[in-house]
């Protein structure tokens, strides 16, 4: 059974920097796509990054983060992260790490909709005063 832990979260001021991580433990050979989600109070969970698990090249982001975040993995670790450049009090939040497993030689791409993922961590918490 595959579990997701997340990390690092923490209050920082606008312009700030933080890096999430995410570990994944149990079963993680049907590892396909990884994705940071947020939700902030009163608003709708949304997608900030996915990222190709096995491979690590293909990624995607939101446009309300490109060429602020960055999203990465470590398969050695198991670990996921997300690098968080120039913070805005936009991007409080509830970080959510998340995991979709498929068959092996399923195939296909990696989407930032929560519907596909099927494993969610509990969550870590940033804040950003102004």
């Known amino acids: 059974q595959l579990q997701l832990v997340e990390s690092g979260g923490a209050s920082v001021h606008s312009g700030g920097s933080l890096n999430l991580s995410c570990a994944a433990s149990g079963s993680t050979a049907r590892i396909y796509c990884m994705a940071w989600f947020r939700q902030a109070p009163g608003k709708e969970r949304e997608g900030v990054a996915t990222?190709?698990?096995?491979?690590?090249?293909?990624?995607y982001y939101a446009d309300s983060v490109k060429g602020r975040f960055t999203i990465s993995r470590d398969k050695t670790k198991n670990t996921l992260y997300l690098q968080m450049n120039s913070l805005e009090p936009e991007d409080a939040a509830m970080y959510y790490c998340?995991?979709?497993?498929?068959?092996?030689?399923?195939?296909?791409?990696?989407?930032?909709?929560?519907?596909?993922?099927?494993?969610w961590g509990q969550g870590t918490q940033v804040t950003v005063a102004s």
């Open positions: 990222i190709y698990y096995p491979g690590g090249g293909t990624k």
């Open positions: 998340a995991a979709e497993e498929r068959p092996p030689d399923y195939g296909g791409a990696c989407f930032l909709l929560s519907s596909k993922y099927n494993k």
